[in-house]
């Protein structure tokens, strides 16, 4: 079975700062590995995915995650945070392209000026 | 914690027909579920927003008419996919939003549609 852990429920950290959302998993095969944002009364939005290749992905809005195989993580980073990105962040994972996502249960992301 | 489920987990049809698929908040109430499609090797697409005695938003490009969804109880919500052809097969994921301390969304296990 496959799973994902978002350890923490909320990050707080001040605008410029850089920020952390972090993100273990457990999967047997190589893994697929997605970070969503929700803004509120919306739906998710993608930010980025690892497949394959380098470890260090980028994605939208600033954010960049890094996939690291040893440790089973795929934390979210963005080197200066702003106000307008508090929301709520999901990882996901699957196996392969032919299983379905699982989420984590999602981190609240709060920047304060 | 809340939970979330999905019945079925897994449903082959013959092209033309129709599918309903269910949507359940266990625990809580959700005033506002959504639901997605997975594609192969791609994220998820967001269909609709469904709100609770409301009509669904639908995101662009997704048809109304084929994907109807009726959200009538603070905890069900379900996705008819009608006249289903092939290119319809994914896995249809749905989530409900929890409001609360804890203000977040739960994410059902997924159905896996076959057309064929």
């Known amino acids: 079975a496959q799973s994902v852990a978002q350890p923490e429920d909320q990050v707080n950290v001040a605008e410029g700062n850089p920020l952390t959302v972090k993100c273990t998993y457990s999967?047997?095969?190589?893994?697929?590995l997605f970070w969503y944002v929700q803004y509120p009364n919306r739906g998710l939005q993608f930010l980025l995915k690892?497949?394959?290749?380098?470890?260090l992905v980028k994605g939208s809005y600033g954010f960049e995650a890094e996939f690291n195989k040893s440790q089973t993580s795929f934390h979210l980073k963005k080197p200066s945070a702003l106000v307008s990105d508090s929301a709520l962040y999901f990882c996901?994972?699957?196996?392969?392209?032919?299983?379905?996502?699982?989420f984590g249960g999602g981190t609240r992301l709060m920047v304060k000026p | 914690g809340a939970v979330v489920s999905q019945h079925p987990s897994r449903v082959i049809c013959k092209s033309g027909t129709s599918v309903k698929i269910e949507c359940r908040s266990l625990?809580?109430?959700?005033?506002?579920m959504f639901w997605y499609r997975q594609f192969p090797k791609q994220s998820l697409m967001l269909m609709a927003t469904?709100?609770?005695?409301?009509?669904?938003?639908?995101e662009q490009g997704v048809e109304k008419d084929k994907f109807l969804i009726n959200h009538a109880s603070l905890t069900l919500s379900t996705l008819t996919v009608t006249s289903a052809h092939p290119e319809d097969s994914s896995f249809y994921i749905c989530?409900?939003?929890?409001?609360?301390?804890?203000?977040?969304?739960?994410f059902g296990p997924g159905t896996r549609l076959t057309v064929l």
């Open positions: 989530s409900a939003h929890k409001t609360g301390a804890r203000d977040t969304q739960y």
């Open positions: 999967v047997s095969g190589n893994p697929y």
């Open positions: 690892y497949i394959t290749g380098d470890n």
């Open positions: 996901a994972v699957t196996v392969n392209a032919g299983n379905m996502l699982t």
């Open positions: 625990d809580f109430q959700a005033t506002t």
């Open positions: 469904s709100n609770e005695g409301s009509k669904a938003t639908y």
